[in-house]
């Protein structure tokens, strides 16, 4: 379990840092007059690497369901599983790590797609709807953290995973970014 879950990281960790050269379009020519405007382009790839690579991260925990309710135990055989309690305890473990990389990936989206606003043009109205968008990572990080967080009285956190795992939100978010950067 070890081996994967140092494998899985090593991935992610190349997946972030190679995903801004990788979607560079290696025109060479004017690079002189906007060295700085190319620093915050790379941000804006790097957040949205990020951002992507969190709502993936969204995505296992329905999978995740479905193996503790009745994936392990109808299939264990299939497997090769032969103690299904002990899968369980290493399936729960691993959701404990994703769950890690969940808060780490989308904090970092978050703290990386407003050096990018910043970085690549300062708050004007034409970027308002990004800068909407932004808000809205901003709402769906300070969410995961009453979450997370041991203070908040048990009502707060109810309502706050409600609004934190609410998809409308997350789709809001991204098409206030996607049409934020199409009108700029």
Do not use: C, Y
């Amino acid at each position: 379990m070890n081996k994967l879950k140092n494998s899985l990281l090593l991935l992610l960790v190349l997946f972030i840092f190679l995903t801004p050269s990788v979607s560079a379009d290696g025109d060479d020519e004017d690079k002189d007059d906007d060295d700085d405007d190319g620093f915050g382009e790379d941000l804006g790839e790097l957040a949205k690497s990020l951002l992507i690579a969190t709502i993936v991260l969204i995505a296992w925990k329905p999978l995740h369901v479905w193996l503790q309710k009745t994936g392990i135990k109808t299939n264990a055989q299939r497997w090769g599983i032969t103690d299904i309690k002990v899968a369980k305890k290493k399936l729960l473990r691993f959701n404990k790590w994703m769950l890690r990389i969940h808060i780490i990936v989308g904090t970092a989206a978050t703290i990386v797609g407003l050096i990018h606003g910043i970085a690549s043009q300062m708050p004007d109205w034409e970027s308002s709807a990004a800068w909407a968008g932004w808000l809205g990572l901003l709402a769906m990080s300070v969410l995961g953290g009453l979450i997370m967080w041991k203070w908040p009285p048990k009502a707060v956190k109810k309502r706050a995973r409600a609004l934190h795992t609410q998809r409308a939100l997350l789709i809001i978010t991204i098409i206030l970014l996607v049409a934020g950067h199409e009108l700029m």
